[in-house]
């Protein structure tokens, strides 16, 4: 089975509430399987059945209340 990653740095994360609102979000998107955030850096690591738009990424994390930077 085929597995994408896409990396991504989310800003204004800044506390566990903040990691779990994206990671959420992020998980609803279709073919999502893993959603690994670093607080800190605002690193945001997303395993994939298939390759993401970046369109979708940007919406869920807007929908968390955050910005892709």
Do not use: F, K, N, W
């Amino acid at each position: 089975m085929t597995t994408v990653t896409t990396t991504l740095t989310v800003t204004g994360m800044t506390c566990g509430h903040c990691v779990a609102s994206v990671t959420e979000e992020i998980s609803e998107i279709t073919g999502v399987r893993e959603v690994e955030v670093v607080l800190e850096t605002g690193q945001v690591t997303i395993t994939s059945e298939a390759p993401l738009d970046p369109a979708d990424l940007a919406s869920a994390v807007a929908e968390a209340g955050y910005a892709v930077g």
